[in-house]
């Protein structure tokens, strides 16, 4: 079955152009308003350009531009993307490494405040919408995002939560060299960050549900041309009424739950669906490709 069936499809080139400046825009603001004024690191590989970039300043006394050690950084990152998740995902990704690095050294920054503790609960909540933005165009912000990607697509799961503990011993490695306060609140800034991920990237989290219905055939149909997902059928009693009625056992990703839900109670006012969230799955599960 063709790709364009399913509820989630995979956006324009336009959107996904807008969504990635979007992102550039807010990312590169945020280094240079939240991250650079407090002195925090974001994690993944802008926070280890910030991380040797101070590094160089404070032992060196040279200042080090931020865009091609970005970009040195994302170097096999991208080769790894381009060769294994997709060169349409690459090259978007590569649109917004440019655009972020660009704007990062040309943007003036910005002193919005100089409570440590707004600046990382706030500027985690803020990188984590621009990291967001690209996730939705199908795209990344380089570094430690194309890692998490990678392994999400092979594994079928969240990675975000082990990408922030991968930063956390980044993080650890810029308290010993530049001192404990300032990398504690990055870990601060990294952790409201994997938050709002995981509340608004809901890719690879798994739903099941179990659909409870009189018209097992005309719900399945609905799963499969929405989702691409199959179905099993159990057949039962309703012990209320003692009628005749079928369950549907489907698994798909959470994305999906809201919109195909609204599908099926349209067809079947009286069905009975109840979600619950998968922990983990062992099997085939359709997943749309990112090219």
């Known amino acids: 079955m063709s790709n364009t069936t399913t509820l989630i499809s995979a956006p324009s080139a336009l959107k996904r152009i807008v969504l990635i400046l979007t992102g550039a825009v807010i990312f ?26 101070r590094s160089v300043e404070k032992f060196f006394g040279t200042h ?21 998740i997709g060169k349409k995902f690459t090259l978007y990704s590569l649109l917004m490494i440019a655009c972020s690095s660009v704007l990062t050294d040309c943007i003036p920054k910005i002193n919005i405040t100089n409570d440590l503790l707004l600046c990382s609960v706030f500027g985690g909540i803020i990188n984590g919408l621009a990291i967001t933005c690209c996730l939705h165009a ?3 912000s380089g570094g430690t995002d194309f890692i998490a990607i990678y392994f999400s697509e092979k594994k079928g799961v969240d990675m975000w939560n082990a990408i922030f503990m991968m930063n956390a011993c980044v993080l650890v490695v810029a308290g010993i060299l530049l001192g404990w306060e300032k990398a504690l609140y990055s870990i601060i800034f990294q952790f409201s960050s994997t938050q709002v991920l995981n509340s ?9 549900l179990l659909i409870i219905t009189e018209k097992p055939d005309e719900l399945y149909d609905a799963v499969k041309s929405l989702t691409n997902h199959d179905a099993t059928k159990f057949s039962g009693i309703g012990c209320y009424k003692n009628s005749v009625k079928s369950m549907l056992y489907t698994v798909v990703s959470a994305e999906e739950v809201g919109p195909l839900s609204k599908e099926l109670k349209k067809r079947d006012p009286k069905s009975f669906i109840n979600v619950f969230k998968t922990k983990e799955i062992m099997g085939s599960f359709f997943r749309r490709s990112k090219d």
């Open 28 to 53: 590169s603001l945020n280094l240079n308003s939240f991250a650079y004024v407090a002195a925090l690191f974001p994690g993944g590989f802008s926070g280890i350009s910030l991380l040797i970039q």
């Open 64 to 84: 080090i531009p931020y865009t091609p050690l970005y970009f040195a950084l994302n170097a096999v990152p991208v080769f790894i993307s381009f060769k294994y």
């Open 200 to 208: 608004l990237y809901r890719r690879y989290q798994k739903i099941t």
């Open 138 to 140: 199908d795209a990344t």
